[in-house]
């Protein structure tokens, strides 16, 4: 039972324009949700987080926001970047309980 | 400088072998884990510690061992029970307790099995 789920695999965006990338998740427990960056052969990098007591959480160019009622969380790039591209984990968690990631979307931001 | 330092990044592994990954922290992090990525299957938990001396299975623990002796050190063995071992092994530490902790990763060892 795949608690989060990124249901796109790859996403595909012009340098300059907005990258959105999407997470749906099913426990209603879930209270903190992350946000990982990953190249090939490199372990992720903490990108940007969001408690469920908030709606929005911005960090330069990365914001993500969080829609308890439709159980789903989004990262907002604008501008994105052809450095940009890599895989995008999101990860949620339970209170005192452990992160269970989705399965990643890649993407990709053209010149 | 602080970090996840797993080593060796690549290892070939003959069939019916045991083989170790090492993992090193030095973020003076209570809890530690690994995991192992897929393609297309995101990243799944094999086994993670709260403490030293303590851990626990996660997901898909089949065909793996660990220790956690110190707690800079969480080491897995991939054995020969394993029967899939071919795969991305990632390491990862946080803070321990209440509250929202992050996950931070290692560079990540690659295993195949020859």
């Known amino acids: 039972d795949q608690q989060v789920k990124q249901n796109s695999p790859s996403l595909s965006v012009q340098e300059g324009r907005i990258s959105i990338l999407n997470c749906d998740y099913t426990n209603s427990m879930f209270d903190y949700f992350l946000w990982y960056k990953k190249y090939p052969a490199e372990g992720p990098t903490f990108l940007i987080s969001i408690s469920s007591i908030k709606d929005k959480n911005e960090d330069g160019r990365f914001t993500v926001f969080l829609n308890k009622s439709a159980k789903h969380l989004s990262l907002h790039i604008v501008p994105s970047q052809p450095g940009d591209s890599a895989v995008y984990f999101c990860?949620?968690?339970?209170?005192?309980?452990?992160?269970?990631f989705g399965q990643g979307t890649e993407l990709s931001v053209k010149p | 400088d602080g970090g996840i330092t797993q080593s060796p990044k690549y290892l070939f592994r003959k069939e019916g072998q045991n083989v170790t990954l090492s993992c090193e922290q030095n973020l003076n992090h209570d809890a530690m884990y690994w995991y192992r990525q897929d393609p297309g299957q995101g990243l799944r938990l094999i086994y993670y510690s709260q403490i030293v001396n303590d851990f626990q299975k996660g997901d898909i623990a089949e065909g793996y061992s660990v220790s956690r002796e110190k707690k800079e050190s969480f080491p897995l063995t991939v054995t020969s029970a394993q029967k899939n071992p071919t795969a991305f092994y990632l390491c990862?530490?946080?803070?321990?307790?209440?509250?929202?902790?992050?996950?931070?990763f290692g560079e990540g060892s690659w295993l195949t099995v020859v």
């Open positions: 990860a949620a968690r339970p209170p005192g309980g452990k992160l269970i």
């Open positions: 990862a530490s946080s803070q321990s307790g209440p509250g929202r902790n992050t996950i931070y």
